[in-house]
């Protein structure tokens, strides 16, 4: 099993930025990919970003390419998300998840295998 714990959340004005992390425990070192997904208020969880476990490729939504970066720190079992030039379309709860097995397309929310509990980011106008 693997525990995935986020932080770093909270509330920031447009422009700001915020980086989240997401801790990860238990049995990590099978991980093939971790991602980071968001949940906005009434709508449903939506890809942000994702990156392997070698750490050369890298996947970005459309919506944060060029603001956001992920980066995985394999000997801390930690993946962040660095998050810059936010906006108030930001504001969602971001999850953190792990994929356990190679797959195709890690935009996929069904092809990860454990999630966090998620931490809210809001950013105000």
């Known amino acids: 099993q693997v525990q995935l714990v986020e932080s770093g959340g909270g509330l920031v004005q447009a422009g700001g930025s915020l980086r989240l992390s997401c801790a990860a425990s238990?049995?990590?070192?099978?991980?093939?990919?971790m991602g980071w997904f968001r949940q906005a208020p009434g709508k449903g969880r939506e890809f942000v970003a994702a990156?392997?476990?070698?750490?050369?490729?890298?996947y970005y939504a459309d919506s944060v390419q060029g603001r956001f970066t992920i980066s995985r720190e394999n000997a801390q079992n930690t993946v962040f998300l660095q998050m810059n030039s936010l906006n108030p379309e930001d504001t969602a709860v971001y999850f953190c998840?792990?994929?356990?097995?190679?797959?195709?397309?890690?935009?996929?929310?069904?092809?990860?295998?454990?999630w966090g509990t998620g931490t809210q980011v809001t950013v105000s106008s």
């Open positions: 998840a792990a994929e356990a097995l190679y797959s195709p397309n890690l935009r996929e929310q069904a092809g990860y295998d454990y």
């Open positions: 238990g049995r990590t070192a099978s991980m093939y990919a």
């Open positions: 990156i392997v476990r070698s750490r050369t490729a890298a």
